[in-house]
């Protein structure tokens, strides 16, 4: 079956499914940890980008524009919210850093994991940056302008 003839999987049913799941297990099984995913569909522009938060106990939440999960994501999440989601990639690290650093600690390139979606006839859609172009990124950030 060729490519294009295969059916269409959207990812909010992947996601709805994965949600089901997850419900079901973390309900009814003694739970071992929490996990959260995020499930992206990359639209044809930005503006049809759709992100799905799938929460350990198997909600479904549609993120807005960017996603925050993990750990103290409601701290982080009201720490970047003013953020134009349009930026730039240099905006966009360097309110990462803002957002999850905050104001008690310190984050370098070597603390920061760092993708972006990437649309075209790839694929997958999204690519991690080397450390270098993290390392180039955090930099530029903290030179003086």
């Given at each position: 079956?060729s490519r294009s003839?295969?059916?269409?999987?959207l990812?909010?049913?992947?996601?709805a499914?994965?949600?089901?799941l997850?419900a079901n297990?973390?309900?009814?099984?003694v739970?071992p940890l929490e996990?959260?995913?995020l499930v992206?569909?990359?639209?044809?522009?930005?503006?049809?980008?759709?992100?799905?938060?799938?929460?350990?106990?198997?909600?479904v939440?549609d993120?807005?524009?960017?996603a925050?999960?993990?750990?103290e994501?409601?701290?982080?999440?009201?720490r970047?919210s003013?953020?134009n989601?349009?930026?730039?990639?240099?905006a966009?690290?360097?309110?990462?850093?803002a957002?999850?650093?905050?104001q008690t600690?310190?984050?370098?390139a070597a603390?920061?994991?760092v993708?972006?979606l990437?649309?075209g006839?790839?694929?997958r859609?999204?690519?991690?940056?080397?450390d270098t172009?993290?390392a180039?990124?955090?930099?530029?950030e903290?030179?003086?302008h």
């Amino acid at each position: 079956m060729s490519r294009s003839a295969q059916p269409k999987i959207l990812v909010v049913d992947f996601g709805a499914q994965y949600a089901q799941l997850i419900a079901n297990t973390f309900t009814h099984e003694v739970k071992p940890l929490e996990i959260e995913i995020l499930v992206v569909e990359v639209g044809t522009s930005q503006q049809g980008d759709r992100l799905y938060r799938i929460m350990y106990d198997g909600t479904v939440l549609d993120e807005q524009g960017f996603a925050v999960i993990g750990g103290e994501s409601d701290e982080m999440k009201a720490r970047i919210s003013s953020v134009n989601p349009y930026d730039d990639l240099r905006a966009a690290v360097k309110n990462a850093v803002a957002a999850l650093s905050g104001q008690t600690r310190s984050l370098g390139a070597a603390d920061l994991e760092v993708a972006v979606l990437e649309r075209g006839s790839h694929r997958r859609c999204f690519r991690r940056l080397s450390d270098t172009e993290v390392a180039d990124l955090v930099a530029a950030e903290r030179a003086p302008h």
